[in-house]
């Protein structure tokens, strides 16, 4: 079992940069995959970004790839997005999320695969 909570979320101008960290607590393996998501208003969960624990591999949306970079820092326990030339369609509520037992070579991007989950925190980049 592991306790996921995000920080980093805020306002920014659109252009701006933002590093979200979620903070991983409990056991943690090589084997995890930690992702982020997020949810804009009015639409549904989507995937964003994901990572090996092990960081032999990661996965990106379309929509951020060039722009986001996801790091985990095994030292630390955390898993990072830094988000970088933001637009205002990025505005959302991101939360982390763990899959303890992914399944196939690819890294999960559906919301079912993750077992575990963050609270959230609020991105807001204004025109």
């Known amino acids: 079992q592991v306790q996921l909570v995000e920080s980093g979320g805020g306002l920014v101008q659109a252009g701006g940069s933002l590093r979200l960290s979620c903070l991983v607590s409990?056991?943690?393996?090589?084997?995890?995959?930690m992702g982020w998501f997020r949810r804009p208003p009015g639409k549904e969960r989507e995937f964003v970004a994901a990572?090996?624990?092990?960081?032999?591999?990661?996965n990106y949306a379309d929509s951020v790839k060039g722009r986001f970079t996801i790091s985990r820092d095994n030292a630390k326990n955390t898993v990072d997005l830094q988000m970088n030339s933001l637009k205002p369609e990025d505005t959302a509520a991101y939360y982390c999320a763990a899959d303890l037992d992914p399944r196939g070579v690819a890294i999960p991007t559906r919301i079912w695969s993750y077992d575990y989950w963050g609270q959230g925190t609020q991105v807001t980049v204004s025109s």
């Open positions: 990572i090996r624990w092990s960081g032999s591999s990661t």
């Open positions: 409990g056991q943690t393996s090589s084997k995890y995959v």
